[in-house]
């Protein structure tokens, strides 16, 4: 009898322990916040909401101007508390100072890094705003609202490019929409887009900023009595770039379909890669056979090859039954199959991506235009191929414009949808051979009996 009172006696006490803990674990309270990343003695300001009152359940929601990234919530100790960011291999780690008050750094997970490129930063309950508080700001003396051509001046960050792909990068386009102070907007390259920023336009001074996964952006600069711009672009990762521009309704990037071409006189491309099992998987194989094939070049550390995942995924799963069929090829930011197994198995589960992906190699240009056998130049991540039923390589998009480049994005999504219609609509050049290899079956089985 006592031995059974003693450990029902052990197990309300344990139990009692236990809620006492979880009374005790601290978690920031729910609304908007406004943090504060400390980046080369700038600051990098970020909103965000909380939902939820505990690690369970909660829910963390990246705000950039109309643009939400929401993320789920880790315990790691009583005080201290992990934000995954969702397929990039990084995570916002943080200590709850009190309800009110966070103190913490971005942290890079890519193991060769040893986490050299984390970013420290603190951030305070009940502020909403970004740069400036409501009622401080000063007057706007321009409107930035419109198309700009921009075109940066820095060509440290370019070295590593040919000519052609300096000049496409260099040449940008920004859009953007000014309310008052508010400023929001977009800046296009050849290969991408910013995402949304969102800052404020103070005298003739313009502040943006950026953050929803990966590293956070920082742009800044003036208008001249000409009205042309000149700034500086850069982030806790890349470098610091400079950039001027002027007001232009008419300007234009570079054509997004010509800059990744094959080599002279190839039709086709090919590969073999293994898939997250490690079964080898080639465009030769039969599943590709008479199918519309898409072939998407990406890297989870891209947020662009993220956004145009978030497009393909969804449209994949409804059009599949079409006969169609996907692959992505991942080159990543380590050169390791089991380090490709677990960020790629992770952004799978995520976009609940229902083709196949595979392991190309580390994330370098000169790598992927050499292991995709066909290609003679990879001009950027992401690139997307359509190649049409007889394995023949049709269109080629470089790049990818998000949904906040409007416009843009509208093309691609009409231009895409064409294409596919079209060559879905073509007949299997292989379907007639099928049916006489039936017949051919069939005889054979006759004259064997």
């Known amino acids: 009898m006592r031995p059974t009172f003693l450990r029902l006696g052990a197990l309300v006490l344990s139990m009692a322990a236990a809620a006492a803990a979880h009374a005790a674990a601290k978690f920031p309270q729910e609304g908007i916040w406004r943090g504060e990343f400390s980046v080369d003695g700038d600051t990098i300001p970020f909103n965000f909401e909380v939902q939820g009152k505990d690690a369970a359940g909660a829910r963390f929601t990246l705000l950039n101007g109309s643009r939400r990234d929401n993320f789920v919530v880790e315990r790691v100790s009583e005080d201290t508390l992990s934000v995954p960011m969702n397929t990039y291999d990084a995570a916002l780690v943080f200590t709850v100072v009190d309800g009110k008050t966070l103190r913490g750094e971005y942290r890079d997970l890519v193991p060769s890094r040893n986490g050299a490129r984390n970013i420290p930063f603190t951030a305070e309950h009940g ?26 001046s820095d060509q440290a960050r370019l070295r590593d490019d040919n000519e052609n792909e300096r000049d496409n990068r260099r040449n940008q386009v920004g859009v953007f929409k000014q309310q008052g102070n508010e400023l929001t907007g977009v800046i296009m390259t050849a290969v991408g887009d910013t995402r949304e920023l969102q800052g404020i336009v103070q005298g003739n001074r313009f502040v943006l900023s950026h953050f929803s996964g990966p590293s956070p952006r920082l742009i800044k600069g003036t208008v001249d009595e000409d009205g042309n711009l000149q700034g500086v672009n850069g982030s806790g990762i890349y470098n610091v770039v400079r950039f001027e521009g002027r007001r232009d309704p008419n300007a234009e990037l570079a054509d997004p379909y010509q800059l990744t071409f094959l080599k002279d006189g190839q039709k086709t491309i090919d590969f073999t890669f293994p898939d997250l099992q490690g079964r080898p998987v080639s465009l030769r194989d039969d599943k590709y056979r008479g199918k519309v094939v ?156």
């Open 127 to 152: 502020k909403s705003w970004r740069f400036v508080e409501p009622g401080k700001a000063q007057p706007a003396e321009v409107d930035l609202s419109g198309k700009w051509a921009l075109r940066q």
């Open 294 to 449: 898409i072939v998407e070049v990406i890297g989870t550390w891209c947020p662009n090859c993220t956004d145009q995942t978030y497009f393909l995924a969804p449209w994949f799963r409804q059009n599949r039954h079409r006969g169609v069929e996907a692959v992505a090829v991942a080159f990543e930011q380590e050169d390791s199959f089991e380090y490709f197994q677990k960020v790629l198995g992770k952004f799978k589960q995520y976009f609940d991506i229902q083709y196949d992906i595979v392991f190309g190699g580390i994330a370098d240009k000169k790598v992927a235009t050499e292991k995709l056998q066909g290609v003679n130049y990879l001009a950027a991540f992401p690139t997307t191929f359509i190649i049409d039923r007889k394995g023949e390589v049709r269109e080629i998009y470089t790049g990818y414009t998000g949904t906040v480049t409007g416009e843009y994005y509208e093309q691609y999504v009409a231009r895409f949808n064409a294409l596919m219609d079209e060559l879905l609509a073509e007949p299997d050049p292989y379907a007639r051979t099928a049916q006489d290899q039936a017949e051919a079956d069939r005889a054979q089985l006759v004259a064997a009996h």
